[in-house]
């Protein structure tokens, strides 16, 4: 949790209103998620917070009915590892256990409004073996730096996205991607341009597509930008989280989470994944 400790070390009055954010979030899920109090959940949490998670009801009552599970269960532990702020919006990067046998590697991300949360979006996934470059889905650079540069890095990483993976068009990847460091961890990528194509060459012999239809969210602060976005892997509907970390305009390292998208059926809610 040195992540948290860094960012509660000043009062929220000395900080930007990004970093009150974050600072409010890395709180709040001390506070509630981990400390396993339901009476704190009324002190982070907008009544009516908006749940994109299909498996939870919209409203507070169900936020608290998530913080008293957790603490029921005695196995619940969070690892924080990245925490990117972009105005209201707050984007955690983490590695659960206590959801099942298995740990899991997931996105958060929250949307701040007065001082409290007042919605939440998420994507998770089983933690996988290490990758063919020996990497796993959540080491790697951590440092935030070149905040003069997130604008321009949020539009690079859209464009990129638009282009090479919504309209499939042909790009020199080494306009986006760095030939010289390409640090890769999804799970069955091997690192390096060479890495990423021989990915994409083995989905076309096994007729497996990747498409992305839309990119919901662009959230970047410094170096590092998220994105979220949906689509399709084969014939299934797929969302598809997605963090870049740049250096002098150009993508030097990703991870990503990839999950299914819920059915109609599955969903406890109608704000829908996005």
Known sequence: MATAAIALALPFAALADSDQN?????????NTLLAGDVDA??????????????????GIEAQKGVVGFLAGSGDFKADYIRVIADDDIVAVHARYEGFGETPMIAFDVFRVEDGKIAEHWDNLIEEQPLNPSGRSQ????TEITDLDQTEANKALVEEFLTK???DH?????????????????NPMVADGLEGF???MAEMAQKDISMNYAQVHQVIGEGNF???????TLGDEPTAFYDLFRLEDGLIVE??????PMPGPDAAHNEAGKF
Not at 172 to 177: G, W
Request: proline share 3%; no cysteine.
């Open 197 to 199: 194509g021989a990915f």
């Open 169 to 185: 068009a042909e790009i020199n990847l080494t306009d986006y991607i760095s030939p010289v460091t390409y640090l890769q961890h």
């Open 41 to 58: 959940v009324d002190d982070y949490f907008a009544t009516d917070i908006i749940q994109h998670n299909p498996m939870f009801d919209n």
């Open 22 to 30: 974050k600072a409010l979030v890395l709180e709040a899920l001390q």
């Open 138 to 141: 959540i080491d790697g650079a």
């Open 254 to 259: 990703h991870w990503d989470v990839i999950a």
């Open 225 to 231: 930008v998220l994105t979220l976005s949906e689509g």
């Open 164 to 166: 090479s993976m919504i």
